[in-house]
């Protein structure tokens, strides 16, 4: 099993551009998370879907949208984004709500 | 809003020492309380977890410490090694909300 696959593993945008992150997982979870990690902040909470066909915001959910494909797949938007959006963003998924959390590698983004 | 305060920053410990990072919270909602670790390059994974029904959990060299009257708890590294090296984060959750809460990460580094 592949856990938590994430697409890609690095990129880099110019302010104002668009992009799509993928997240696969194959551990038939329900739920399904994007964070993002800076220095000092720790791992706020973009995005999260409980189970397939639902989706909530988190703690910083401005300027980003989600799409829950599918049971296996939890894609992150940038409509257009910003130098703040710099980061590294992380995919995780798990069982349920209270259960254990399973990360991906990370997608390192910067925004210029 | 910071529900799980995490301290400190970063900490520096010889190898043999004991490592110690502590979090307090704020919710008393919070019932379950699992510390994540996470290597450079690698996304955070779930290093042991406690319940708020015992005061201490114990995992090889890893401690859980968990005081509710002063909504606090804490993770002791005992006989720490260099490949002990790496972030890390507490967490919180409660069972209406179920989503976890992350601390901002205690990067440790221990010395040879």
């Known amino acids: 099993n592949a856990g938590v696959t994430q697409t890609p593993k690095f990129q880099v945008l110019k302010t104002g551009q668009s992009m799509t992150l993928q997240c696969a997982q194959d551990?038939?979870?329900?739920?399904m998370y994007w964070y993002r990690q800076d220095p000092g902040m720790g791992l706020r909470l973009i995005y999260y879907?409980?189970?397939?066909?639902?989706?909530d915001k988190g703690e910083v959910p401005n300027g980003y949208n989600v799409s829950r494909l599918n049971k296996r797949e939890f894609s992150l938007r940038l409509e257009s984004a910003a130098p703040s959006q710099t980061s590294v963003y992380f995919c995780?998924?798990?069982?349920?709500?209270?259960?254990?959390?399973?990360f991906g590698p990370g997608t390192r983004l910067t925004v210029l | 809003q910071q529900q799980v305060k995490q301290s400190p920053q970063s900490l520096i410990v010889q190898k043999g020492g004991i490592s110690i990072i502590n979090c307090a919270y704020e919710?008393?909602?919070?019932?379950?309380f699992p510390w994540y670790q996470q290597f450079p390059g690698k996304g955070p994974a779930l290093l042991i977890a406690?319940?708020?029904?015992?005061s201490e959990k114990k995992e090889g060299r890893f401690t859980i410490s968990f005081n509710k009257s002063a909504k606090q708890f804490s993770l002791h590294i005992m006989d720490s090694q260099p490949g002990d090296s790496a972030t890390y984060f507490c967490?919180?959750?409660?069972?209406?909300?179920?989503?976890?809460?992350f601390g901002q990460g205690t990067e440790l580094s221990v010395k040879p």
């Open positions: 406690i319940r708020p029904d015992v």
């Open positions: 967490a919180a959750s409660y069972n209406q909300g179920g989503k976890l809460i």
């Open positions: 879907s409980a189970s397939e066909g639902t989706t």
């Open positions: 919710n008393t909602a919070f019932d379950y």
């Open positions: 995780a998924s798990s069982k349920g709500l209270r259960n254990e959390q399973f």
């Open positions: 551990m038939n979870h329900n739920s």
